[in-house]
């Protein structure tokens, strides 16, 4: 049963950052893309970031390049989000996410997501 645990979500003021981290269980962790997401009040859930399983090809949104970093640990079957320059529009419910087949690439649309965390919360005050 594939788990996925995210943690360091908070309240931050613009221009500041975070870093969200997402441990995974229940399967071979380094076989797997990662993903994350964000979901803000009255919005649908969008695309943040996405890693491939060998941790040597990331992916984007718009909004958040140069911004954000999505990097893995696969010793410790973590994925990471660094959040830099933080605004009021990046607050959000931010979701980790991974696909139930192995080796793809992560990149979205493209890569169903299967598996969600429940989710942490990020506000960015003005």
């Known amino acids: 049963q594939v788990q996925l645990v995210e943690s360091g979500g908070g309240l931050v003021q613009a221009g500041g950052s975070l870093r969200l981290s997402c441990a995974a269980s229940?399967?071979?962790?380094?076989?797997?893309?990662m993903g994350w997401f964000r979901q803000a009040p009255g919005k649908e859930r969008e695309f943040v970031a996405a890693?491939?399983?060998?941790?040597?090809?990331?992916y984007y949104a718009d909004s958040v390049k140069g911004r954000f970093t999505i990097s893995r640990d696969n010793a410790k079957n973590t994925v990471y989000l660094r959040m830099s320059s933080l605004k009021p529009e990046d607050t959000a419910v931010y979701y980790c996410?991974?696909?139930?087949?192995?080796?793809?690439?992560?990149?979205?649309?493209?890569?169903?997501?299967?598996?969600w965390g429940q989710g942490t919360q990020v506000t960015v005050s003005s």
């Open positions: 996410a991974a696909p139930a087949s192995p080796y793809y690439s992560g990149s979205y649309p493209g890569t169903t997501y299967t598996y």
């Open positions: 890693i491939n399983w060998g941790g040597d090809s990331t």
């Open positions: 229940g399967r071979t962790f380094s076989s797997y893309a």
